[in-house]
């Protein structure tokens, strides 16, 4: 870019700033983020990948623990305060909605069950099938 004058107009903000120290800071103001993404992965390539139906339900466990850990740090305010109005005054500043917190409980208690159910089919299928192996299970079924 060149400046009105005939010289070249540098953004003096971002001259020898290297990236690697700015996506370090970011990691770690947001390492609630980085865990997040690396939970949700490992987890979704749990589910995805492995044949073994346990190793499946733990892939899932894993896939909703990084959604709670999002939903939390997504509610997270800094400063924030108590959502309750002391009697003697308005309210002032900013405050942390407790309805994030609630959901994830509720979903913690929805997650245990289907964990729980899950791990009882798959004992089913091991007494029937005599494997936890996903393909083997299904070419028996085709037979």
């Known amino acids: 870019m060149s400046a009105p004058g ?6 003096s903000a971002l001259d ?4 690697v120290p700015l996506a370090l800071s970011a ?3 947001r390492y609630a983020y980085a865990t997040f993404a690396l939970l949700f992965a490992i987890g979704l390539y ?3 990948a492995s044949p073994n139906l346990v190793k499946k339900v733990i892939g899932l466990n894993l896939f909703q623990s990084a959604i709670f850990l999002f939903f939390v ?5 800094r400063g924030g305060a108590v959502p309750a109005i002391p009697s003697e005054g308005g309210a002032v500043g900013a405050y942390a909605s407790p309805l ?3 959901i994830v409980l509720t979903a913690i208690v929805v997650g245990v069950s289907l964990t729980a159910v899950a791990l009882a089919l798959i004992v089913r299928l091991y007494t029937e099938y005599g494997t936890l192996n996903e393909e083997t299970i299904r070419e028996v079924m085709d037979e």
């Open 46 to 48: 749990m589910m995805i």
């Open 16 to 19: 020898g700033v290297a990236t």
């Open 6 to 11: 005939g010289g070249s107009l540098a953004l």
């Open 27 to 29: 990691l770690s103001t």
């Open 100 to 102: 994030p917190q609630v």
């Open 73 to 77: 740090s997504m509610a997270y305010v």
